[in-house]
């Protein structure tokens, strides 16, 4: 999708420019329900819906019916093995476990083929990348107990959907979803949705939420179309959606092409907190002026990662929050309390990961 005024894109491969004006412009023209004051009590435990990151929602309500039934239900996504992880992944992880929490049993989708057809990475380079990947969110708490994990290119559930539902799918309707592409990616598409479904083929038809940003609503819609018509006796899997992070460096998104717009987990501390101390802020021009006018923490990078990952009480947030917009809290002094709380999380996260890296070997059957 493609916007005359604000020029922005949603593409699961390339979108940009998604500014926060957007969004609802965008619940409206893909049919997205949007989070209300009665969904966030009721899914008041998960973070990043009580936080409004999570923007809009398919069918959360069957989640919620599932929980106070008692019924089983699933939260499935996964990470593409090109690099390792950033902010942007770390959200999605956070997504997963928080909903593994409340009940369901996770579903985790190493996409290997996509990271093939999108990145051009062989299978076999990305081995490592995914257990690099996999101990991430095995860090952050992911319970292995309650989970099924998986590579697209070892499992034959997915790649079998891909075969069952592409005689549904001609050239027109994935070029009207994705736009011209090469075909490959759209044979990785087809993939996913096996990943979407695959919940409900191994275990029984059940609700299932996908955790994802706006950008991969494509996927959604395409895979709830093909489960309407080939799964027809499968519940239609849902999702949240959640803002996209801007760049640190104030550009429209993290972006690999721009390094400074975002920061690895396995980078330097001292290339991270420089990246962080040079963030933007919603600082006025001076401290006088800022006194005086207060700060727009709405604009401001610091404010977001501590929103997003970085300040867990959510009454400290709000303080913050309120005596930036009063002008008592000077950007220089959040930044050096957010470079703080960002390298003691790095530090703590390595040492936890790194416990689990013969685990995460283990489970992909990575040597």
């Known amino acids: 999708m493609t916007d005359n005024t604000n020029d922005f894109t949603i593409d699961p491969w390339s979108s940009s420019n998604i500014l926060d004006e957007d969004y609802n412009r965008l619940i409206e023209e893909f049919g997205i329900d949007t989070i209300t004051d009665i969904t966030r009590?009721?899914?008041?435990?998960?973070?990043?819906?009580?936080r409004k990151v999570i923007f809009g929602h398919r069918d959360l309500n069957l989640i919620h019916k599932a929980i106070e039934n008692n019924k089983s239900w699933a939260v499935m996504s996964g990470i593409k093995p090109s690099g390792?992880?950033?902010?942007?992944?770390?959200?999605?992880?956070?997504?997963?476990?928080?909903?593994?929490?409340?009940?369901?049993?996770?579903?985790?989708?190493?996409a290997d083929i996509e990271s093939w057809e999108d990145n051009g990475i062989p299978y076999e380079e990305a081995e490592q990348?995914?257990?690099?990947?996999?101990?991430?969110?095995?860090?952050?708490?992911?319970?292995?107990?309650?989970?099924?994990?998986?590579?697209q290119s070892k499992e034959p559930i997915v790649k079998d959907v891909c075969f069952k539902v592409g005689r549904l799918v001609t050239q027109n309707m994935v070029t009207?979803?994705?736009?011209?592409?090469?075909?490959?990616?759209?044979?990785?598409?087809?993939?996913?949705?096996?990943?979407?479904?695959?919940p409900q083929i191994m275990d029984s038809p059940q609700p299932t939420i996908v955790p994802v940003g706006i950008d991969q609503d494509?996927?959604?819609?395409?895979?709830r179309d093909l489960t309407r018509r080939y799964y027809k006796n499968f519940f239609l899997p849902g999702a949240t959606y959640h803002k996209l992070l801007p760049g640190l460096d104030g550009s429209n998104k993290m972006s690999k092409r721009n390094p400074n717009s975002y920061f690895t987990f396995d980078e330097p501390l001292e290339s991270i907190e420089k990246k962080v101390r040079g963030a933007i802020t919603g600082g006025r021009k001076n401290k006088k002026i800022q006194q005086e006018l207060g700060g727009i923490p709405q604009n401001c990078m610091i404010y977001k990662i501590l929103m997003y990952h970085f300040e867990p009480d959510d009454a400290?947030?709000?303080?913050?929050?309120?005596?930036?917009?009063?002008?008592?809290?000077m950007c220089?002094?959040?930044?050096?309390?957010?470079?703080?709380?960002?390298l003691r999380f790095i530090k703590e996260h390595r040492q936890k990961k790194k416990a689990q890296l013969d685990k995460a070997r283990k489970i992909l059957e990575i040597e």
């Open 129 to 151: 990348t995914a257990v690099d990947n996999l101990a991430d969110i095995l860090a952050l708490g992911l319970d292995p107990n309650n989970a099924y994990i998986w590579r």
């Open 176 to 198: 009207a979803i994705y736009g011209e592409k090469p075909f490959g990616l759209y044979l990785a598409a087809l993939i996913q949705v096996g990943d979407i479904v695959l």
């Open 84 to 110: 390792p992880f950033h902010l942007g992944t770390m959200t999605t992880a956070l997504e997963i476990i928080d909903f593994q929490k409340m009940g369901g049993k996770a579903y985790y989708c190493i």
């Open 41 to 50: 009590e009721q899914f008041k435990k998960h973070k990043f819906i009580r």
């Open 332 to 342: 220089g002094d959040h930044k050096k309390t957010c470079v703080e709380r960002v």
């Open 218 to 223: 494509p996927h959604i819609r395409l895979t």
């Open 316 to 329: 400290k947030l709000a303080e913050e929050f309120e005596l930036c917009i009063k002008g008592e809290l």
